[in-house]
């Protein structure tokens, strides 16, 4: 029997995508998770660490209709490039911020920046290189390499910040981010040439697309940045967060492939219906959890419910965006939408530590998010 390579069942440049990000998976999420607690470690207030995301979710859609006029110019695989360096300056620079402070700023506009840059043009090379019928085991997969690459990361970024330093970490990111696009230039580049007719694209834009990803953003802004806090401030250590988020990654990735297959089997309906209130009850449970086994059991929760609601309106997304007038634009708008969400939830939340002084009232907003994405019910693919 002949042996099966990615190329043979996904195509050459699937197969780059897969293992360029699986390569910046590994370096990000070595670090990505503990950078609120290396603010809050620092000196800076919950409040500044708001700030801070805040400012790289402006930037990030500030920079991703630019990514798309780069790509037309340059081509998709050098936009990815050309972000790279810049994201790895933004964590060097965090190595010095402690003795330089006006570093702050420019730090989350760097990374910001290097995030619009990025995204843009992998998503628009993923739609058009994906195909239909086979598109749920193509994010499973991307889901996959994406998952696999971070299980260990978390635990060795915290080790070495337990046993050595944040500084380490941001050096060994830096240095295995500047190599990870390497795989991308194996086949030719793509050029495409959006119209950037944003007015026209935005009113026939979806706006259950756009709610969903608005939704997703809000998501993000909670998951990422005051999920890792209260984890800390519970359990009290570096490593407590790193192994629940990699415990959280090895069961995304036993199942994604698993809910991929079912996306393409039974379509979107049933899975965005399940996966969506399943992961909205997570985070409704997370407002309770206090022992380590609780969570334990909450990370397998989310590996599984997140991880599906992802590839669910993941694969929605990218059928609607290979439909669309302009992928280039369609993706913009996505990328927009997603980080207004993160925006505007960061922003609730500052108001809402104005008056309470605990975390678990901020998850309440996760579940609004996550329940958004019952939206894509609506999109015909």
Same mark, same amino acid.
């Given at each position: ?31 990505? %998770? ?36 780069m790509?037309?110019? %340059?081509?998709?695989?050098?936009t ?64 996959i ?38 795989p ?8 495409? %040439? ?27 802004? %909670? ?15 570096y ?9 959280s ?71 609607a965006a ?21 925006v ?10 104005q008056f ?26």
């Amino acid at each position: 029997m002949p042996h099966l390579h990615l190329r043979n069942l996904f195509g050459l440049e699937l197969e780059e995508l897969y293992i360029t990000h699986g390569i910046k998976n590994i370096a990000m999420s070595m670090i990505n %998770i503990f950078i609120p607690l290396y603010l809050l470690n620092i000196g800076y207030d919950i409040y500044s660490v708001l700030i801070f995301f805040i400012i790289i979710s402006v930037f990030h859609a500030i920079f991703s209709p630019i990514s798309a006029k780069m790509a037309s110019k %340059i081509g998709i695989k050098h936009t990815i490039l050309s972000s790279l360096p810049i994201l790895a300056v933004s964590y060097l620079l965090l190595f010095i911020l402690p003795d330089y402070g006006f570093l702050f700023l420019i730090i989350a506009i760097l990374y910001g920046t290097s995030r619009g840059i990025y995204w843009v043009p992998f998503h628009v090379d993923f739609a058009i290189s994906s195909k239909k019928k086979v598109r749920g085991r193509e994010v499973g997969l991307l889901a996959i390499t994406s998952s696999a690459a971070r299980i260990a990361g978390p635990i060795i970024g915290a080790l070495l910040i337990t046993f050595f330093n944040f500084n380490l970490v941001f050096v060994i990111t830096a240095i295995i981010l500047m190599f990870s696009s390497a795989p991308l230039f194996l086949s030719k580049e793509i050029k495409l %040439i959006p119209k950037m007719s944003f007015g026209k694209e935005i009113k026939s834009f979806d706006k259950n697309i756009f709610m969903a990803m608005f939704g997703s953003g809000m998501n993000g802004g %909670i998951g990422n940045v005051i999920w890792p806090i209260f984890v800390f401030l519970t359990l009290g250590s570096y490593l407590s967060v790193g192994w629940i988020k990699s415990l959280s990654f090895l069961v995304a990735v036993m199942t994604s492939i698993f809910i991929g297959k079912l996306f393409d089997k039974y379509g979107k309906d049933n899975l965005i219906k399940v996966m969506s209130i399943g992961n909205a009850l997570v985070w409704i449970v997370r407002m309770f959890v206090s022992q380590v086994w609780h969570f334990a059991g909450q990370a397998f929760g989310s590996g599984f419910f997140g991880r599906g609601r992802d590839i669910s309106v993941e694969a929605t997304y990218y059928n609607a965006a290979a439909k669309s007038e302009d992928v280039t634009e369609f993706t913009v708008l996505r990328e927009v939408a997603i980080h207004t969400g993160q925006v505007f939830v960061l922003a609730v939340v500052w108001v809402i530590l104005q008056f309470v002084d605990i975390l678990e009232p901020t998850f309440m907003l996760a579940v609004v998010a996550v329940l958004l994405s019952l939206t894509m019910l609506r999109v015909k693919n």
